[in-house]
C-alpha cells in the first residue's frame, strides 16, 4: 500500500517542497488519523516512509495507533526540485518562465537543478524492491510523497512519467493506492 502524506502549510499554499523538511499541519495530522482508522481493521505487517518529515510524521501517526515502528528509507523521498522549492507556480512562472514552460507542457521536469523525475522514479522503484523482497507474501504501507506515488504508478503500468501526470495530476494528501510486488516486478494491484 502506498500512502502520500497528510497536508502541510505549504501544501495549503501550493508551495512546491521537494525536499523541503516541512511538518504536517493539524488537517494533515487529521488525515493521518483518518488513515489509520483506515487500516485498523486490516493492518500492514510493517510501516515504512521517506525520511523526510511530513511522511514520517504521518507515519508515526498511523503505524502508533497500529501499534507498528516506522522504518525511514531515503530512497521515497519526493523528487528534489532545486530553486523550485518553497515557491508557488506563480513565482516559479515569473523566475523560471523557460523551466515553468517545459514543466506545463511535460516537456521534463522543469527545474534546471535538483533531480530529474526519471531519477526519482529509479531510486523509488529500487526503493520499493528491497522492501518488498524483506517482506515476502505480506502487505506493507508505505508512507511517501505524490510523486514517488505517479512514479510506481507509471512503472506499473509502463507509462512515462509525463504519460502518468497526465492519467494522474494530483494525489490526495493521505490517499491510499496498491501495488503488487511479485518475483521482482511491480505489477498492478488486482
Not at 502506498?2 to 495530522?29: F, I, K, V, Y
Not at 521536469?109 to 522514479?121: C, F, L, V
Amino acid at each position: 500500500m502506498l500512502a502520500r502524506h497528510g497536508e502541510t502549510d505549504w501544501n495549503r499554499s501550493l508551495r512546491w517542497q521537494g525536499h523541503a523538511d516541512q511538518p504536517l499541519n493539524e488537517r494533515g495530522r487529521e488525515q493521518a488519523r483518518a488513515l489509520a482508522e483506515t487500516l485498523a481493521g486490516a493492518p500492514p505487517s510493517a510501516v515504512y516512509s521517506s525520511d523526510l518529515l511530513r511522511a514520517r510524521e504521518t507515519a508515526e501517526i498511523v503505524a502508533g495507533r497500529l501499534g507498528l515502528a516506522v522504518v525511514p528509507v531515503r530512497g521515497l523521498r519526493e523528487v528534489d526540485v532545486g530553486s523550485w522549492s518553497g515557491l508557488t507556480r506563480d513565482e516559479i512562472q515569473l523566475r523560471f518562465p523557460d523551466g515553468y514552460r517545459r514543466w506545463r507542457a511535460r516537456e521534463g521536469h522543469g527545474w534546471d537543478d535538483g533531480e530529474s523525475y526519471e531519477a526519482m522514479a529509479e531510486r523509488v522503484v529500487a526503493a520499493l524492491r528491497r522492501i518488498a523482497v524483506d517482506h515476502a507474501d505480506a502487505e506493507i504501507l508505505v508512507v511517501t510523497h505524490g510523486g514517488p506515488i505517479r512514479a510506481a504508478a507509471a512503472h506499473v503500468h509502463g507509462l512515462s512519467h509525463a504519460e502518468q501526470r497526465r492519467v494522474q495530476a494530483v494525489v490526495d494528501n493521505c490517499g491510499l493506492s496498491r501495488i503488487l510486488v511479485e518475483n521482482d516486478a511491480l505489477l498492478p494491484a488486482p
